[in-house]
């Protein structure tokens, strides 16, 4: 257990249905983190958000919304998703500190297996 | 962030140790060296990190040369739950993870 939950685990969905991926980080950390991670490719960051703002959306497609309503809570919303969007969706958090010298590794949900069919 | 370069795979003996190099020739004085594992369909697990000197915790040891341009994570006594692909990653604080293709270990009986 590393104090990131996401739920659903698995999920499969038409691409004409609207989900969402919950994330929830019992840590007390100040930033949250989703990335995909499609099959036999390395982990791509795709929204970062920082004392709940979003600071990074590494150009992905809109219909890929993220949400952030306090420090413990990201989802991410999906609708009209493509066959390709099949992946691993991770959520991570970390606690985020000024200054060069600080450090902050990132603890990594178990991920949402999603399907789209 | 720098770019680095692993080996795509690797296998070790059970019970041996486990030494994963990283290349990171353009490393910038103020980046950090972290080291990720992640096991089959798992989310990726925090291992090491370290700016200049060697260091030690209870999963591992890390290893990074006078010049910082390359790095060894060393597994002392690999057991069959260490076959994870490692992931090697330099990075400024408080900068995103940009996770490359890691090293697949494979731990062997």
């Known amino acids: 257990e590393t104090g990131v939950t996401q739920t659903p685990r698995h999920l499969v969905m038409g691409m004409t249905n609207k989900k969402s991926l919950k994330c929830e980080q019992h840590l007390g950390h100040n930033a949250m983190y989703w990335y995909k991670q499609s099959a036999k490719k390395p982990l791509e960051l795709m929204f970062v958000?920082?004392?709940?703002?979003?600071?990074e959306n590494n150009s992905v497609p809109s219909r890929f919304s993220p949400e952030c309503p306090n420090s413990s809570h990201l989802f991410l919303h999906l609708h009209t998703l493509q066959p390709e969007d099949s992946a691993l969706y991770l959520c991570?958090?970390?606690?985020?500190?000024?200054?060069?010298?600080?450090?902050?590794?990132?603890?990594f949900g178990p991920g949402t297996r999603l399907t789209v069919l | 962030d720098a770019k680095t370069t692993q080996p795509p795979s690797m296998d070790c003996a059970e019970g041996r140790a486990a030494n994963l190099p990283c290349n990171h020739s353009t490393i910038s004085g103020n980046e950090y060296v972290y080291w990720y594992r992640q096991i089959h369909s798992q989310g990726p697990q925090y291992i090491i990190h370290?700016?200049?000197n060697n260091e030690t915790n209870e999963m591992a040891s890390l290893i990074i040369t006078e010049d910082r341009k390359s790095s060894t994570l060393i597994l002392p006594h690999a057991t069959l739950r260490d076959t994870a692909v490692y992931y090697c990653?330099?990075?400024?604080?408080?900068?995103?993870?940009?996770f490359g293709a890691g090293t697949r270990l494979t731990v062997k009986p």
């Open positions: 958000y920082s004392l709940e703002e979003r600071v």
């Open positions: 991570a958090s970390s606690q985020v500190m000024p200054g060069a010298s600080s450090y902050n590794e990132q603890f």
């Open positions: 990653i330099v990075r400024v604080a408080n900068n995103d993870m940009r």
């Open positions: 370290g700016l200049k």
